[in-house]
């Protein structure tokens, strides 16, 4: 096993490409737990006895249990060691993910999806624990290789469920899930370095300097007022598509729309190349470029008259160059703040991510009732107008930028 790595600034030996290939599938399969339970929200309040108002909940109390463990666990990743704090995680994930399988009642599973959401937050303890493995110069690669795994995760986690349940049943998705939770467990004991903060903060500083952090940072700011509406595009994107597709114009069936899910996984190229444009000072062009992108996904579905084979292939394009474009501009912004420091790069990463959370969060709920009133074209100038309001901000941005105090 590797050497400990404390966070002296010479001491960043190069990443091999195994251990990134590693640390990529482990975002993604870590990822995915976020939402195998979308598509099962159905059969499984059916059979725990739930109304169809409170299935909402097993989504809402996942991504709930996300966001608390992004602000209260995640800045964990400046005062632990890291290692043992992953591990730590992810069998609280996977204990979770068993505990669903096995439960028949309401009440324990909404726990348990709670607990799942707190558990899925390793996956952003990893991603400031690669940066801090890569060289500088290469720091954007990096990230952006490991962040194609965890778009991966979330791109493939609900048509893999769907898929499994289709041929056995929703319980054997988490039975599965929690198994593979184990088994990376075992993998990455045995794989990863020791990384040990030089931080000495108590956890009631840890969680007050994120406050502090937060104020002070203009590049954490901004860039994570950038992805968080790029992320609400994202959002509102993916919660009506299933809609339309389903509805009388395109008539799709279930597994259909499963297919059409597919082809947003392509969009997770962008993650490297996006590392690869930072690495090479090209952060600003390359925001404008996936700002333009995502506001240009939602005018190409206005092309042609839905229900048409031609209005199919234009969405299932929009789809492609939306994932790209938001998922470039994900890994821009962690190879910025991850530039700031490494002694709060895990605080940066947590208030990053919950931000942009939110905006998805919101981008969510605003899809869902603009589809509800107007159709796709309501739904597609909002998502329309969230990326050309970032990049409306973007052109107030200056060259220099502050490191937070300390």
């Given at each position: 096993?590797?050497?400990?790595?404390?966070?002296?600034?010479?001491?960043?030996?190069?990443?091999?490409?195994?251990?990134?290939?590693?640390?990529?599938t482990a975002c993604g399969l870590i990822a995915a737990n976020l939402?195998?339970?979308?598509?099962?929200?159905?059969?499984?309040?059916?059979?725990?006895?739930?109304?169809p108002a409170a299935a909402g909940l097993i989504v809402t109390l996942t991504q709930i249990g996300y966001g608390l463990g992004l602000l209260l666990i995640v800045p964990l990743g400046d005062l632990f060691e890291n290692r043992r704090l992953i591990l730590t995680v992810i069998f609280a994930g996977a204990a979770a993910l068993l505990?669903?399988?096995?439960?028949?009642?309401?009440?324990?599973?909404?726990?348990?999806?709670?607990?799942?959401?707190?558990?899925?937050?390793?996956?952003?303890?990893?991603?400031?624990?690669?940066?801090?493995?890569?060289?500088?110069?290469?720091?954007?690669?990096?990230?952006?290789?490991?962040?194609?795994g965890l778009m991966l995760g979330i791109m493939l986690a609900r048509?893999?469920?769907?898929?499994?349940a289709q041929f056995s049943s929703w319980h054997v998705v988490f039975y599965l899930s929690s198994a593979a939770m184990i088994a990376l467990m075992i993998v990455l004991a045995?794989?990863?370095?020791?990384?040990?903060?030089?931080?000495?903060?108590?956890?009631?500083?840890?969680?007050?300097?994120?406050?502090?952090?937060?104020?002070?940072?203009?590049?954490l700011q901004r860039r994570a007022l950038y992805q968080a509406c790029m992320f609400g595009a994202f959002s509102v994107f993916w919660t009506t598509t299933p809609l339309l597709l389903a509805g009388p114009e395109f008539g799709l069936s279930q597994g259909g729309i499963a297919l059409f899910a597919l082809a947003g996984v392509a969009?997770?190229?962008?993650?490297?190349?996006?590392?690869?444009?930072a690495d090479r000072g090209l952060t600003r062009p390359a925001t404008v470029f996936?700002?333009?992108?995502?506001?240009?996904?939602?005018?190409?579905?206005?092309?042609?008259?839905?229900?048409?084979?031609?209005?199919?292939?234009?969405?299932?394009?929009?789809?492609?160059l939306l994932d790209f474009g938001v998922t470039t501009n994900l890994v821009l912004g962690q190879r910025a703040i991850f530039s700031l420091g490494p002694e709060y790069r895990n605080r940066l990463n947590g208030l990053y991510m919950a931000t942009f959370f939110a905006g998805g969060a919101i981008g969510s709920a605003v899809g869902g009732w603009a589809f509800a009133h107007g159709g796709w074209w309501l739904t597609s100038w909002?998502?329309?107008?969230?990326?050309?309001?970032?990049?409306l901000y973007f052109t107030t941005e200056k060259r220099a930028v502050l490191v937070p105090a300390t």
């Open positions: 096993m590797s050497s400990p790595h404390s966070d002296a600034p010479s001491d960043h030996p190069a990443i091999s490409p195994w251990l990134t290939l590693l640390l990529a939402y195998y339970g979308q598509p099962l929200a159905g059969p499984i309040s059916a059979e725990l006895g739930m109304s505990a669903a399988g096995l439960v028949t009642h309401p009440l324990p599973f909404l726990a348990a999806a709670l607990f799942i959401g707190l558990g899925s937050v390793a996956v952003q303890i990893l991603v400031p624990y690669a940066a801090h493995m890569a060289p500088e110069a290469a720091r954007g690669k990096v990230v952006g290789n490991v962040v194609s048509p893999v469920s769907s898929f499994i045995l794989a990863l370095p020791k990384r040990v903060p030089a931080s000495k903060l108590t956890y009631r500083h840890l969680l007050s300097s994120m406050g502090r952090l937060a104020v002070t940072t203009p590049i969009g997770a190229i962008a993650a490297p190349i996006a590392g690869r444009w996936a700002m333009l992108l995502v506001s240009a996904s939602f005018l190409m579905t206005h092309l042609a008259p839905h229900g048409s084979t031609l209005a199919l292939g234009l969405l299932t394009a929009a789809a492609i909002i998502g329309f107008a969230l990326p050309a309001l970032a990049l």
